[in-house]
């Protein structure tokens, strides 16, 4: 089955200075990818997602870049600000399928 | 903005107990799921659901877990008979189709057993 790795675990970075996040998937037949913001005491919210007919999508600050062959893909949000402290989970989901797998997480600190 | 509630937000119960997990999914969405999350662990699929029935079920989802939507508007998991490691945040989670991939989800239930 499908298995996405996410790195890295903890990321802390300027306020104002860009944060990257990155994952693997293995199953060549996934095809949706969404990005998920959690924030303490809340469920995942879907911040952005790209599918594999697009190889990279941005809205405002953030941008998700997908490269199939490698099967990566990638969160770059740009000018960090405080409220961009979260948990980042990235999620791999199969054409034929219901769920959706995701990574570990990443901790994102944005300092002051 | 419609979202997806919970509750409770937090449920404590004993070991062997029954417990109950309730959600309302967005009012135009038909499909529902339930994910869980052990802490310090993955968000994990349990089960989806449509039109009545599990769609597709992963394999922690077994003979002590079902899935039941009561009335229009609630969509509940029970566990049968918890066991300590069943301890963990439940998610619910819709989609307005199944081709519709965005899966939206709500602020979970912490569920802790003794």
């Known amino acids: 089955g499908e298995n996405v790795e996410q790195h890295p675990s903890t990321l802390s970075v300027q306020e104002g200075d860009s944060a990257v996040i990155k994952c693997t998937y293995s199953d060549s037949a996934s095809n949706y990818f969404p990005w998920y913001k959690q924030e303490l005491g809340k469920g995942p919210q879907l911040i952005i997602d790209?599918?594999?007919?697009?190889g990279e999508k941005k809205d405002q600050r953030i941008a998700v870049t997908l490269n199939k062959t490698a099967k990566h893909f990638s969160l770059h949000i740009t000018e960090t600000q405080p409220e961009d402290s979260a948990v980042y989970f990235c999620?791999?989901?199969?054409?034929?399928?219901?769920?959706?797998?995701f990574g570990k997480g990443t901790r994102l600190h944005i300092l002051p | 903005e419609p979202e997806v509630t919970q509750t409770p937000s937090h449920q404590v119960t004993q070991m062997g107990q029954e417990v109950i997990l309730r959600c309302v999914p967005i009012?135009?969405?038909?499909?529902f799921y339930w994910y869980r999350q052990i802490l310090g662990q993955k968000v994990e699929f349990l089960v989806s659901?449509?039109?009545?029935?599990?769609?597709?079920k992963s394999e922690i989802f077994d003979d002590q877990f079902s899935v039941e939507r009561p009335d229009g508007s609630n969509f509940t998991l029970k566990i049968r008979s918890t066991k300590l490691e069943d301890s963990a945040m439940y998610f619910c989670?819709?989609?307005?189709?199944?081709?519709?991939?965005?899966?939206?989800f709500g602020p979970g239930t912490r569920l802790t057993v003794t």
């Open positions: 009012s135009n969405h038909l499909y």
């Open positions: 989670a819709s989609s307005e189709t199944r081709l519709t991939y965005e899966q939206y």
């Open positions: 659901f449509y039109n009545n029935e599990i769609s597709e």
């Open positions: 790209i599918r594999s007919n697009v």
């Open positions: 999620a791999a989901r199969g054409r034929r399928d219901d769920k959706i797998i």
